[in-house]
């Protein structure tokens, strides 16, 4: 009966240890899952991309679990910063102004701003539609660099307006319409749209190279575990691996 009570007293500790490692919890991931290949809805509707599965990898090494809710980008480092989410994956690029918003994690992806433009088009750069028309029409996911950088570029200059889309896609379908004279975007999601589409093209002329990090609030008590879980996984070969199902080798 003794030995039944302390097999039944341990049972109920090992049980009790697994519920608290449940219950460690959920993190909250915002994100907008309009991003191929570093957030989209793949099989079943399910999020799934880059951003996604290291997200999952590092919850998994750390007994998490993991809320993904989707939201537009514009919203995704306010919501960050107010704690309403625990930390945001969204291909998001590290800039000096937003690390006055937030904390990036350690960057684990490269991005390049590149130019789309109608597969007919000749010119080679924005600058050339300025030269030519005297101005410029931009389309850009609202508040993502892309956004950001021909703001100050051109809109700011007196070069070109910008006009601003909750999605890439939607964007892209501006771009279609003839609504706009090119879009700006990061590169991986651009070759996404580009192959989705017919009769677009990305100019060879980058406009800028950025690091990918994660965001968390300043004031996260999660951030040190979570980002040393990221430096793991990269150090091992994970997040490469992850990156590498998702974006072929060309
Ligand atoms: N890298 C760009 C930025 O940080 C665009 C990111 C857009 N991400 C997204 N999930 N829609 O501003």
Redesign the pocket.
């Known amino acids: 009966m003794k030995k039944f009570f302390a097999m039944l007293i341990a049972a109920i500790m090992i049980l009790s240890a697994f519920a608290a490692l449940a219950e460690n919890g959920t993190l909250k991931l915002c994100?907008?899952?309009?991003?191929p290949p570093?957030?989209f809805y793949g099989e079943g509707d399910e999020p799934t991309g880059i951003?996604i599965e290291i997200a999952k990898a590092i919850c998994a090494k750390l007994g998490y679990d993991l809320e993904i809710v989707d939201i537009e980008?514009a919203q995704?480092i306010p919501g960050v910063q107010s704690g309403k989410y625990d930390f945001s994956a969204?291909?998001?690029?590290v800039?000096e102004e937003?690390k006055e918003m937030v904390q990036f994690t350690d960057t684990y992806a490269t991005?390049i701003?590149v130019v789309i433009v109608p597969e007919a088009c000749e010119f080679e750069s924005i600058d050339d539609f300025v030269e030519a028309n005297g101005t410029v029409k931009i389309g850009a996911?609202m508040?993502?660099?892309?956004?950001?950088y021909t703001t100050w570029d051109y809109e700011d200059e007196g070069k070109g307006t910008v006009d601003r889309y909750a999605?890439?896609a939607a964007a892209v379908q501006a771009l279609l319409a003839g609504k706009v004279d090119c879009v700006v975007?990061?590169n991986e999601?651009a070759k996404n749209f580009v192959a989705q589409n017919e009769g677009l093209k990305i100019l060879e002329s980058a406009y800028a190279v950025?690091d990918?990090a994660m965001a968390f609030p300043k004031d996260s008590a999660i951030y040190a575990d979570f980002n040393a879980a990221l430096a793991e996984l990269i150090a091992d070969g994970t997040v490469q691996g992850i990156i590498d199902q998702f974006i072929p080798a060309e």
């Open positions: 994100t907008n899952v309009a991003f570093y957030e951003d980008f995704c969204a291909g998001m690029t800039t937003r991005g701003q996911q508040a993502t660099t892309g956004d950001l999605t890439g975007i990061d999601p950025e990918y």
